[in-house]
């Protein structure tokens, strides 16, 4: 089982930043790839944009060149820094982690909630 654990959420106007945190823990694959998704109230779960372990980086369009996403190896966390932001990203943002064994493992994370005002 890997657990992960979000951090950084909040509110914030329109324009301004936020740093998001995963941290992830328990039985870790050396082949995986970890990446946020969101959803915003009556609206599907949507790809923010995921990192590899090797550290290629895959964005959505909605996000690209706002968002940066980011990992610290020694300490199995990744990040999601959010700059630009739009009242149309306000969602809950969740981690997740997709590990390659024998088969394909997924997990995710509880889910940190970002607002962004008008």
């Known amino acids: 089982q890997v657990q992960l654990v979000e951090s950084g959420g909040g509110l914030v106007q329109a324009g301004g930043s936020l740093r998001l945190s995963c941290a992830a823990s328990?039985?870790?694959?050396?082949?995986?790839?970890m990446g946020w998704y969101r959803q915003a109230p009556g609206k599907q779960r949507e790809l923010v944009g995921t990192?590899?372990?090797?550290?290629?980086?895959n964005y959505a369009d909605s996000v690209k060149g706002r968002f940066t996403i980011s990992r610290d190896n020694a300490k199995n966390t990744v990040f999601l820094q959010m700059n630009s932001l739009k009242p149309e990203d306000t969602a809950t943002y969740y981690c997740?982690?997709?590990?390659?064994?024998?088969?394909?493992?997924?997990?995710w994370g509880q889910g940190t909630q970002v607002t962004v005002s008008s």
């Open positions: 328990g039985r870790l694959f050396s082949i995986h790839a």
């Open positions: 990192i590899s372990s090797g550290g290629s980086t």
């Open positions: 997740t982690y997709t590990g390659w064994g024998l088969v394909k493992y997924d997990y």
